[in-house]
């Protein structure tokens, strides 16, 4: 069972950058779908982007054009690139690992979460 660590979160103003990093182990990394998903206070968790294995990405219309994703196979770690940053996008972010791509059912393995806060 793969085990995965974030880390990068923080407080950044609005406008600003920021990058989440995912550490991968206990799995073999480069054949999973690696994903970042994320919960904002009184709201369900949403898909943000995933990766897969052939980097092939996916986003989410919310952040599309602003994140970028992007996975290292030799550090067996996954990185979320975040620019322009919005308070909306304040939330915890979460890493994980799986088979699916926007669906978090598809997914078999979390992270702890890092917290985001965008302020105004």
């Known amino acids: 069972q793969v085990q995965l660590v974030e880390s990068g979160g923080g407080l950044v103003q609005a406008g600003g950058s920021l990058r989440v990093s995912c550490a991968a182990s206990?799995?073999?990394?480069?054949?999973?779908?690696m994903g970042w998903f994320r919960q904002a206070p009184g709201k369900e968790r949403e898909f943000v982007a995933s990766?897969?294995?052939?980097?092939?990405?996916y986003y989410a219309d919310s952040v599309k054009g602003r994140f970028t994703i992007s996975r290292d196979n030799a550090k067996n770690t996954v990185y979320l690139q975040m620019n322009s940053l919005k308070p909306e996008d304040t939330a915890v972010y979460y890493c994980?690992?799986?088979?699916?791509?926007?669906?978090?059912?598809?997914?078999?393995?979390w992270g702890q979460g890092t917290q985001v806060t965008v302020s105004s």
């Open positions: 994980a690992a799986g088979w699916g791509s926007r669906d978090a059912s598809q997914y078999s393995a």
């Open positions: 206990g799995g073999t990394f480069s054949t999973y779908t």
């Open positions: 990766v897969r294995w052939s980097n092939m990405a």
